[in-house]
């Protein structure tokens, strides 16, 4: 009897000794993905923002709300991808007006984070071809620099590492990018507007930079925490700054944070789980049955 269950004991064992890699290489990677049927809503704000009104004729003083709202389209996943759609909208809290509206529908490899060119990937409904990390850096993020795709230039630009931090008690990389001068558009204005003259309209360039900040999760690659430093200006065709066309400092409110903290250290705690402690649990109670049924298979035969 003893061999009987020494054997069966050794059996286990081993598969459990088995299981453990495999379910923190093969599993785990399985189950850890950025999810195809997202949805949230990020809010950011702006105190004392700039931005030059069509409807005034002039430029704005005013604090504003932006309301960011991410999207899955499920019909869209398939395999390593994942797609989302999202809508940005920037109201004028101060003069209770809306300001911009935009739209992006991004690919992406549901692991790493880096962008896919097809299903459509475009913004404000303009084809862009995708580069660099979309939404969420890769899990497992290392302290160096990564791609990331600006919508407002169309292309990507690095992100630096540059500090190690703490948001609400979760521990952090903090990157930081910086976008050169980018022209982003030409536009047909009235030259008064902009002091050219009585009449007629003028064309002028719509030039983007600006620095994006971004506090990261490192296992789970999710953003918890995200700031712009966003320049435009609107530049006649001799290259002479006309106007100012949107200047904000926007940054992600408390309860936006505080959402994402929270479900950043939740996915951390599953992967944790599932890379980790399952591993572990398995490996170890199956060097234990291994050696229990070594030991009675000894002892019936001694």
Same mark, same amino acid.
């Given at each position: 009897?003893?061999?009987?269950?020494?054997?069966?004991?050794?059996?286990?064992?081993?598969?459990?000794?088995?299981?453990?890699? /495999?379910?923190?290489?093969?599993?785990?990677?399985?189950?850890?993905?950025? *999810?195809?049927?997202?949805?949230?809503?990020?809010?950011?704000?702006?105190? %004392?923002?700039?931005?030059?009104?069509?409807?005034?004729?002039?430029?704005?003083?005013?604090?504003?709300?932006?309301?960011?709202?991410? $999207?899955?389209?499920?019909? #869209?996943?398939? %395999?390593? @991808?994942?797609?989302?759609?999202?809508?940005?909208?920037?109201? +004028?809290?101060?003069?209770?007006?809306?300001?911009?509206?935009?739209?992006?529908?991004?690919?992406?490899? @549901?692991?790493?984070?880096?962008?896919?060119?097809?299903?459509?990937?475009?913004?404000?409904?303009?084809?862009?071809?995708?580069?660099?990390?979309?939404?969420?850096?890769?899990?497992?993020?290392? @302290? *160096?620099?990564?791609?990331?795709?600006?919508?407002?230039?169309? @292309?990507?630009?690095?992100?630096?590492?540059?500090?190690?931090?703490?948001?609400?008690? /979760?521990?952090?990389?903090?990157? #930081?990018?910086?976008?050169?001068?980018?022209?982003?558009?030409?536009?047909?204005?009235?030259?008064?507007?902009?002091?050219? %003259?009585?009449?007629?309209?003028?064309?002028?360039?719509?030039?983007?930079? %600006?620095?994006?900040?971004?506090?990261?999760?490192?296992?789970?690659?999710?953003?918890?925490?995200?700031?712009?430093? $966003?320049? #435009?200006?609107?530049?006649?065709? +001799?290259?002479?700054?006309?106007?100012?066309?949107?200047?904000?400092?926007?940054?992600?409110?408390?309860?936006?944070?505080?959402?994402?903290?929270?479900?950043?250290?939740?996915?951390?705690?599953?992967?944790?789980?599932?890379?980790?402690?399952?591993?572990?649990?398995?490996?170890?109670?199956?060097?234990?049955?291994?050696?229990?049924?070594?030991?009675?298979?000894?002892?019936?035969?001694?």
């Amino acid at each position: 009897m003893n061999r009987v269950v020494g054997s069966v004991l050794i059996a286990i064992g081993a598969f459990l000794i088995v299981l453990a890699p /495999l379910t923190h290489f093969q599993v785990a990677s399985a189950l850890i993905a950025a *999810k195809a049927d997202q949805y949230g809503i990020s809010n950011l704000q702006a105190t %004392g923002a700039q931005y030059f009104s069509a409807a005034d004729g002039k430029v704005l003083t005013a604090d504003l709300a932006i309301t960011v709202t991410t $999207r899955g389209d499920v019909k #869209e996943a398939d %395999g390593d @991808k994942v797609v989302w759609d999202e809508f940005t909208y920037v109201n +004028d809290v101060t003069n209770s007006k809306p300001v911009d509206y935009s739209e992006r529908r991004s690919a992406f490899d @549901k692991r790493s984070g880096v962008g896919l060119n097809c299903c459509g990937v475009s913004v404000d409904k303009e084809p862009v071809q995708l580069q660099g990390q979309i939404y969420k850096f890769p899990f497992d993020v290392e @302290k *160096k620099s990564y791609q990331v795709f600006n919508s407002t230039a169309g @292309k990507a630009f690095e992100a630096r590492f540059v500090a190690e931090e703490q948001v609400n008690g /979760l521990t952090v990389y903090k990157f #930081e990018q910086t976008v050169p001068e980018t022209k982003t558009e030409t536009r047909t204005a009235p030259a008064a507007w902009f002091g050219m %003259g009585e009449s007629g309209d003028v064309q002028l360039d719509r030039i983007y930079s %600006g620095v994006n900040t971004y506090w990261i999760e490192p296992v789970t690659g999710a953003p918890v925490k995200q700031e712009q430093q $966003r320049n #435009e200006v609107l530049r006649s065709q +001799d290259g002479v700054e006309r106007s100012k066309a949107f200047v904000a400092n926007a940054k992600m409110t408390d309860e936006t944070v505080k959402q994402l903290v929270d479900s950043a250290a939740d996915s951390k705690s599953q992967i944790t789980l599932i890379k980790t402690t399952i591993p572990l649990v398995l490996a170890i109670v199956g060097v234990v049955l291994l050696a229990v049924g070594v030991f009675a298979v000894s002892r019936k035969r001694a």
